[in-house]
């Protein structure tokens, strides 16, 4: 069966050619769509891309190189790469371009590097990265319609739009640059809100700031109800759809919305997500060269989406719903590991483009080595509860009813939630979050004691015992924004009241905590909490205080080519968040799993000076009895046993079951 299916496509696969292949009189430097004869056509030829995604915020500025070098040595001729509009404008009217944002000397490499660019601006980007790409602060405006024509998202937009599109234009192929298309929003199709003045107006910005030349273009979903709102005339519409099925079926979605033109799959997907709680998606090499092929003998654009994912470090990972948050790792089971390592599917999608066109003589540049610097003792620094004056640098905002994060101006991280007991709960008693409000996890404790956890979604009561006027104290974690569907306006902290027993609770003190510049700054160390090596937190229930914790590693002498990248274990451990050197990882959360390992890239460590391990468990630590330690190792483990769970039934390649 499977022969005859390739035998037609052959078939097909020489007339396209043999049409495309006409030459019209070539123009330097042009990229346009042929729709008479089926393809694009570059510098007047007939051209068809093979690219891979890869996103420069997910890989370390000093492994971007080496990245993009696997990815030419594959064979591909073009990448393809969001730009996250949160990671450069954090807050309003501060633009980062510089260091690992700066996307300009990405799009620089790709281009000295032989690769050609698809760029995917967004706004909205989707990726499984925080709220799809946009600002949080966007929800200052509470009621705001996103991804609409809502004047205060779109005066936003315009603004961005109008310091990024400049600092791309240089970059179009038509001005001597790598990129060869850009891609208008994301997949908009799938949102719910279908509003056309919107995508109008994302084109004439676009138009506006790169001109008429570049070719535009829209992704959907591979159906004809996504293309309906995700469409636009003037911007050439392609599809996404994963290996397995049946790819003409596929392309015909596309051919509904552009009965001429390139076939472009933009998201070929090479694996797939992973969710906290859900068992490590893989996906077989098998299916993906016999879908590669058949794409490639009909004349297709391909995408591979990922050819590398990377890691979400920090607090950058995005959720789906029901609530479901991404771990640490993008591995996203692609071509390219998580650290840029090769697969047996890199070499098994390089044979396949092989078949298909030149690829560079060579072997591919090595996986980088891996370094395992052994277990490193952990000791306690502070529990977050004595080190808020450290961690709060305005102090506590006074409020009656709960305000979420973007009230208190913060974005990501961690707020603690204080009010006083105002009964006798001497008898255990239902602390809850009746309209399911705790966004998204929350540590509560009385008078410093863990009492439990209260998490979106699957924990809404808990039992607290306590007296009048003990301190109650909710830590609670920002898991990450949603980044898909109609529930993107997601607000962080306590968005809506608590009840204790039939009581609502108010009153509150709330403290902003700024983690991440205590920590890079060493006020944690600096503040006298008079730890010893033996201090443990406060425990009860299984659970201990949400506390830091520290430790140091030197790295030999002696070894050449040290810092290597390596991986961290936890073992022990339960949930929380790592830091080395003052570097966000990112979360752990072994417990759940599936993953239980963070990468480590070389470059965050240092050869001359001891290395700071700061962890900030959440649950409960291993320190007691004994010693407590975490350890680097060479290898890595994103496929722990998960529970299994039956909300937690989602299918590959279905986006509107995320
Ligand atoms: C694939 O889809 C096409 C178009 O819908 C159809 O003609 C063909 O029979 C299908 N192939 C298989 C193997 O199901
Ligand atoms: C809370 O305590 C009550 C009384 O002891 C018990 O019936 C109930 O199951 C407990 N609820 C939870 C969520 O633990
Ligand atoms: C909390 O309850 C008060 C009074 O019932 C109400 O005014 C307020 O809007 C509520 N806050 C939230 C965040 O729901
Ligand atoms: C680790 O922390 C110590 C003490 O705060 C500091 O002196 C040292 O420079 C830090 N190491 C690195 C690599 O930043
Ligand atoms: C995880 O992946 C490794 C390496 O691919 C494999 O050997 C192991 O069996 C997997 N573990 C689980 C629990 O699936």
Same mark, same amino acid.
């Given at each position: ?48 891309? #093979? ?22 040595? +594959?064979?591909?001729?073009? #990448? ?63 009621? #705001?319609?996103? $991804? ?104 015909? +979605? ?33 299916? #993906? ?49 998580? +650290? ?77 939630? $204080? ?240």
């Amino acid at each position: 069966m499977s022969r005859m299916g390739s035998g037609r496509s052959l078939v097909l696969l020489s007339i396209v050619l043999s049409i495309c292949e006409v030459t019209v009189a070539a123009v330097p430097q042009s990229f346009s769509i042929d729709y008479k004869h089926d393809c694009f056509r570059k510098d007047g030829e007939a051209f068809r891309y #093979i690219s891979g995604s890869i996103h420069y915020n997910r890989i370390p500025r000093v492994y971007w190189k080496d990245r993009l070098l696997k990815m030419y040595m +594959a064979g591909l001729n073009a #990448i393809q790469t969001y730009i996250p509009w949160n990671f450069h404008e954090q807050t309003p009217g501060h633009y980062d371009f510089s260091g690992d944002r700066d996307v300009a000397h990405f799009l620089q490499l790709a281009q000295d590097v032989g690769l050609l660019v698809v760029l995917r601006p967004g706004p909205y980007i989707c990726g499984e990265w925080d709220m799809g790409g946009l600002p949080a602060w966007l929800l200052k405006k509470r009621n #705001i319609v996103l $991804r609409s024509s809502d004047p205060d998202y779109i005066a936003a937009v315009d603004k961005w739009m109008g310091k990024l599109l400049p600092i791309i234009k240089p970059f179009l192929y038509q001005n001597g640059g790598p990129i060869i298309t850009v891609q208008v929003e994301n997949e908009y199709g799938s949102y719910f809100a279908c509003d056309y003045d919107y995508l109008r107006h994302l084109t004439s910005v676009f138009r506006h700031h790169l001109g008429d030349e570049v070719v535009l273009f829209t992704t959907d979903g591979a159906g004809v109800s996504y293309l309906k709102c995700g469409s636009l005339q003037g911007l050439y519409a392609t599809v996404d759809f994963g290996p397995g099925g049946n790819v003409t079926a596929a392309f015909s +979605a596309q051919r509904h919305a552009e009965p001429h033109g390139p076939l472009v799959n933009s998201e070929f997907y090479t694996g797939w997500l992973d969710h906290w709680g859900e068992k490590h998606s893989t996906v077989s090499t098998t299916y #993906i060269v016999k879908s590669l092929n058949e794409m490639l003998s009909m004349g297709a654009n391909v995408n591979m989406y990922m050819f590398i994912g990377g890691t979400n470090f920090g607090y950058w990972n995005g959720a789906n719903t029901k609530y479901a948050p991404q771990p640490t790792s993008y591995d996203y089971d692609a071509p390219l590991t998580e +650290a840029g390592d090769l697969t047996d599917k890199y070499f098994a999608i390089r044979d396949v483009i092989k078949m298909h066109r030149k690829i560079p003589d060579g072997p591919p540049p090595p996986s980088t080595p891996k370094y395992a610097y052994g277990s490193v003792k952990m000791s306690l620094l502070t529990t977050v509860s004595k080190a808020l004056k450290t961690l709060s640098f305005a102090g506590p905002v006074k409020t009656k009813y709960p305000l979420t994060f973007i009230e208190l101006n913060q974005l990501f991280g961690f707020v603690l939630y $204080r009010t006083t007991v105002p009964m006798d709960c001497s008898k255990p008693t239902p602390l809850s979050s009746p309209l399911n409000g705790v966004n998204d996890r929350a540590y509560v404790s009385v008078n410093g004691v863990p009492n439990g956890i209260l998490e979106r979604n699957k924990v809404l009561t808990i039992n607290i015992t306590g007296t009048p006027g003990d301190q109650l104290d909710l830590l609670v974690e920002n898991m990450g924004r949603i980044n898909y569907g109609k529930e993107i306006n997601d607000f962080k902290g306590l968005v809506t009241n608590l009840t204790l027993g039939s009581q609502e609770l108010y009153n509150w003190e709330v403290f902003s905590l700024s983690i991440d510049e205590a920590i890079s700054e060493g006020l944690l160390w600096q503040g006298g909490y008079g730890e010893t090596a033996s201090s443990t937190p406060p425990r009860s229930n299984g659970l201990a205080s949400p506390a830091f914790y520290t430790g140091r590693f030197i790295i030999p002498d002696g070894i050449p080519d040290l810092p290597q990248d390596t991986y961290i274990h936890f073992p022990g451990w339960k949930k929380g968040q790592v830091w080395i050197n003052g570097f966000n990882l990112g979360r752990y959360w072994p417990d759940r799993g599936p993953q239980v390992t963070l990468f480590v890239p070389a470059n965050i460590l240092s050869t001359s000076l001891p290395n700071n391990v700061t962890v900030l468990e959440l649950e409960s630590d291993p320190c007691t009895p004994g010693l407590c330690t975490v350890e680097f190792t060479t290898v890595p483990v994103l496929n722990a046993t998960v529970k299994s769970h039956p909300h937690y039934a989602r299918q590959l390649f279905r986006k509107d079951l995320l």
